[in-house]
């Protein structure tokens, strides 16, 4: 079962910052949490992970409570080719395996 | 540098036969997982290979096996096939194994079994 709860669906305006919320609240302390996008039917595209410090690269910001209870993708500029289904993910394992739980994602629609 | 490649990309297949599906990682990649995903089920954990060494399996039936190869290249065949195994099937590549490390995904093959 899937460690993680997401909205089903939010939307964005093209420009503005898109957050997406998640909630883990049952992960272990070896948990990272992971943030994939897909999009139609293509695989699905990685886009940040982290532990339990904020993290930041070149397609998003992951914001992680103190607790590790609940994350937040951020997109800080949405743009039309953003419009995904976007999976905030539990990496389940230990030092030598690793699987990736998916759940249902929130579809995000970024509006003109 | 090239991505993860999964041949074919679609497959049309029979009730009862078998199918093998190949995935190549990233150049340098030592962990393949295997994932199905359905409209009903969304997407779900099959197996992950590493060093030829299967890690991990995940809940699927028995007819349904990998193995990885030397050069790290993985293989998944599904036995006696069944309406209900249409799916798209995602192999995943990372560097190495654990929940410290990206997997990156290739863009599927698509069986329909009739």
């Known amino acids: 079962d899937a460690k993680t709860t997401q909205p089903p669906s939010m939307d964005c305006a093209e420009g503005r910052a898109a957050n997406l919320p998640c909630n883990h609240s049952?992960?272990?302390?070896?948990?990272?949490v992971y943030w994939y996008r897909q999009i139609h039917s293509q695989g699905p595209q990685y886009i940040i992970h982290?532990?339990?410090n904020n993290e930041t690269n070149e397609m998003a910001s992951l914001i992680i409570t103190e607790d590790r209870k609940s994350s937040t993708l951020i997109l800080p500029h949405a743009t039309l080719r953003d419009t995904a289904v976007y999976y905030c993910i539990v990496r389940v394992g230990s030092g030598n395996t690793g699987k990736l739980i998916f759940g249902q994602g929130t579809t995000l629609q970024v509006k003109p | 540098k090239a991505g993860v490649t999964q041949t074919p990309r679609y497959l049309i297949k029979t009730r009862g036969q078998q199918v093998t599906l190949s995935c190549s990682p990233i150049s340098g990649h030592r962990s393949v997982s295997w994932y199905q995903q359905t409209p009903g089920q969304g997407l779900q954990f099959l197996f992950e290979?590493?060093?030829?060494?299967?890690?991990n399996k995940g809940n699927f039936p028995g007819r349904f096996s990998g193995r990885q190869f030397s050069n790290s290249r993985s293989e998944m065949n599904v036995s006696t096939l069944e309406l209900g195994d249409s799916a798209l099937y995602l192999c995943?590549?990372?560097?190495?194994?654990?929940?410290?490390?990206?997997?990156?995904f290739g863009q599927g093959t698509r069986l329909t079994v009739v």
């Open positions: 995943a590549s990372s560097p190495r194994t654990g929940t410290n490390t990206e997997a990156f």
């Open positions: 049952t992960i272990s302390g070896n948990e990272y």
């Open positions: 290979y590493f060093s030829e060494t299967q890690r």
């Open positions: 982290g532990l339990k």
